[in-house]
């Protein structure tokens, strides 16, 4: 079956650099890598998306691994408002062709 | 505003008594989805649609039915709900099938259901 594998948790400071590992290492070859978060008391929110080369956007950045076996999401400064719980996500086709497997994730702590 | 609604919000019930948490969009998305969420186990997926009438199982379908007669609403049914279901459900949708090109998932706020 398909597994991401990412840390329990991570602590960083405000304004610091974040970087957030996973392990994806049962991806399929065409599929993009997907990461959300979680803000307290909320559903789970898009963050970045990518397939093979590195992604940045307004929130984040994205470094994927040249085997696309893992991947790595980048805060560039973290503030007080990305303390969340961060998922990779993958698809699990060959159990279901939209079976979607998010793990435990990263619950990334932040302080002032 | 595009956004995916769920109801109700919280929920306290019995054993055995049929509940349906609903679930509409109003993005004309073709996907949509629903996950349980407990402590220590992460966001769990239970069924999924690819598009009216096209449903199928998740990691956890075992006490869930769904259906989907229009392309806005994808309701999820607890037949028989039991203690072991108690959990925070979230619903999703998105334009096309998730892992290709950029499908991003849009949930819902969620709904705390206690069985009891």
């Known amino acids: 079956d398909a597994k991401t594998t990412q840390p329990n948790s991570m602590e960083s400071n405000e304004e610091e650099p974040v970087h957030l590992p996973c392990n994806h290492s049962?991806?399929?070859?065409?599929?993009?890598i997907h990461w959300y978060r979680q803000l307290p008391s909320q559903g789970p929110e898009y963050v970045i998306h990518g397939l093979t080369s590195n992604v940045n956007n307004r929130m984040a950045s994205l470094a994927i691994a040249e085997d696309r076996k893992s991947s790595t999401l980048i805060l560039h400064r973290a503030t007080l408002r990305d303390a969340a719980v961060y998922y990779c996500i993958l698809r699990d086709p060959i159990t279901g062709f939209q079976k979607l497997v998010f793990g435990t994730g990263t619950r990334l702590l932040v302080s002032p | 505003e595009a956004q995916v609604t769920q109801n109700p919000r919280y929920l306290i019930t019995v054993t055995g008594k049929k509940l349906t948490v609903t679930c509409s969009q109003n993005m004309n998305h073709e996907y949509m989805s629903w996950y349980r969420q407990d402590p220590g186990l992460g966001l769990r997926q239970i069924y999924y649609s690819m598009n009216v009438e096209v449903t199928d199982k998740g990691d956890v379908p075992e006490g869930y039915k769904v259906s989907r007669k229009e392309k806005r609403n994808f309701p999820l049914i607890l037949e028989s709900p039991s203690p072991n279901q108690t959990s925070l459900y979230f619903c999703a949708s998105s334009f096309s099938f998730f892992g290709s090109g950029a499908n991003v998932l849009t949930f819902g706020a969620g709904s705390r259901l206690t069985v009891l």
């Open positions: 049962t991806i399929s070859g065409t599929d993009y």
